[in-house]
């Protein structure tokens, strides 16, 4: 069982270019959701999905966009990437999403460099 | 507004005990949760925490005082392996985890 995948590992990437992260869990999880980690701030949500045809925004989803067209995948896309968006983005899962807690699940991340 | 603070960085020795503290306020409390993180790897699942009280799980046990927005994560006869960032998470009203910066520790032998 592999968890959650993410692709691709790095990437360097123009600004003003489109990108696509992938993300993909075995678990069968509801939900999902999609972090940034930048030095020195916690992880902050960025968008996320309670169950397969519903997604939200959360605390920093400008310039981000997302869709769940199934339960196990979770594709976020930089539709032009600017310099700010240079981080590492983590997927998570989690079995229950917005109306439970449950512990959460994390891919192992996507360095991303926007110049 | 919400918060959640951790020192930055702790040093300890090989072998010592070591608490790692979290101050939170939030919009509403649903629980507690620890990570555990090393460079360059994804957070992993350490404890959580939503009724006052110790919970230990080997090694690692966490505190949590609600009325204080008060929690520590005590960790025992500490390895070179737990040279990692531990991060405090709260779930809040909306069922959303809110993080800390992460407090970095590091082990010297």
């Known amino acids: 069982i592999a968890g959650i995948t993410q692709a691709p590992t790095s990437q360097i990437l123009a600004a003003g270019r489109r990108m696509t992260l992938r993300c993909t869990q075995d678990m069968r999880h509801n939900a999902m959701y999609w972090y940034r980690q930048d030095l020195g701030l916690g992880l902050r949500l960025i968008h996320y999905?309670?169950?397969?045809?519903?997604?939200g925004k959360g605390e920093v989803p400008d310039g981000y966009s997302v869709s769940r067209a199934n339960t196990d995948d979770f594709p976020l896309t930089l539709a032009s990437a600017v310099p700010s968006q240079t981080s590492v983005y983590f997927c998570?899962?989690?079995?229950?999403?917005?109306?439970?807690?449950?512990?959460?699940?994390f891919g192992p991340g996507t360095r991303l460099t926007v110049l | 507004g919400q918060n959640i603070d951790q020192p930055t960085e702790m040093t300890a020795t090989e072998g010592a005990i070591v608490q790692i503290n979290c101050t939170y306020q939030t919009s509403g409390f649903n629980g507690l949760f620890w990570y555990q993180q090393h460079a360059g790897e994804a957070p992993t699942f350490l404890s959580y925490?939503?009724l006052d009280g110790l919970e230990e799980k080997g090694r690692f046990s966490s505190f949590l005082s609600r009325s204080k927005g008060y929690s520590y994560l005590l960790l025992k006869e500490l390895q070179m392996k737990d040279s990692a960032s531990y991060l405090c998470?709260?779930?809040?009203?909306?069922?959303?985890?809110?993080w800390g910066a992460g407090t970095k520790l590091i082990i010297k032998p």
């Open positions: 998570a899962s989690s079995h229950n999403g917005g109306g439970g807690t449950d512990t959460q699940y």
């Open positions: 925490n939503v």
């Open positions: 998470a709260i779930m809040d009203s909306n069922y959303q985890l809110i």
């Open positions: 999905s309670n169950t397969a045809g519903t997604t």
